[in-house]
């Protein structure tokens, strides 16, 4: 599960402090139950139940939520008979665009309207009704096929479109819970209920976004009244997190939120990267306009006074050459190159992946 963060959502007229110390209290309230009924299954376990460590105790002023997170994360290993969760990296070329994601990193996909940043994140995730990938292009999931991500692995690459769609009338606590309880583990850990299990998850992921007061109020629409517009926006967020999908494709997940939600969107993905092994892609429509424009109108470029190497690229296309023809493209194909060879399609990784997930998913599971 994510690492419980604080996000900026309570009223304007509360300090930043309360705001923060409100939030943290929240977070260890949830947090409770599950390390209490841990603590009294596994007396042998050095990472929930060994009660000298202050640091997992919720209810210590020393409580370290990534660490809380690491640990409940390495308890679920247990569930999967010794086979270790499964991360997530990524590789691809001959696709306009060259990429080698290592296991906990973050892709930052950056683009004009139009210039195929959607389609991008579309293809990553095998999200392709509608159109073709040409001949010739490379993906690989880690040993994993395009083909496969597709069929067999359905669920364990997402896409979280721009635009948010819910059941209007359910509430953000019926939405959420029925996403925990969707990608449920087959065993919990240790002998937690499957029900107590999706329920603490969805509490603690509301608590991080900030949406804990929203639990029993409508998602709604734009014709059935609900949740605010941010407020939807960070349901959709919570959703994506709940799936625990390696691949994750966020596309301008950030449209509707303030600043600090914003920054707490990116703060969140970055602590599940660490975490988890996850792999996320985003693309966000915040940066300056002048630097995207700078890349094909001469008119709005500044060069740096002490370039002297030679006459700089003018020209989208001379752009292009020179990234063609730079040291840090060599680099990457090298990098490609070694990743092809280290995790071949339908190697041991894939088996890997694939006995992990079958230990994992639950009965009549089918993503």
Known sequence: MPTPTIADAMPSNSSEADVEEDMEEDIHELARPVTSTMSHAVEHDALFPKPSDEALNPKSPTFDARKWASSFYTTQTETLHGHAPNTASL??????????????????????????CSTLLKIIASNIYGFNVA???TLNYQGISSEDIHTAFQGESIYTAEVDHHFPKLTVGETLYFAARARCPQNPPHGISKHDYAEHLRDVVMAMLGISHTKNTRVGHDFIGGVSGGERKRVSIAEAVLSYSPWQC?????????????????RTLRLQSDVFGRAALVAIYQTAPDFLTS?????????????????????????AQA????????????????????????GEKHHQFHTTRRAQKSKFQRS
């Open 250 to 266: 966020w596309d301008n997940s950030t449209r509707g939120l303030d600043s600090a939600n914003a920054i707490e969107f990116c």
């Open 323 to 346: 990234w063609k023809a730079s040291v840090q493209r060599q680099s990457l194909d090298n990098e490609i190159d070694q990743f092809q060879a280290k995790l071949p399609l339908g």
């Open 91 to 116: 590789a691809f070329r001959n696709l306009n665009v060259l990429v080698c994601l290592q296991s906990g990193e973050m892709f930052c996909v950056l683009g004009p309207p139009g210039s195929g």
């Open 295 to 319: 890349m094909t109108s001469a008119a709005t470029r500044t060069i740096q006074p002490d370039w002297k190497v030679k006459a700089p690229p003018r020209t989208p296309d001379e752009f």
């Open 135 to 137: 001949d010739g292009t």
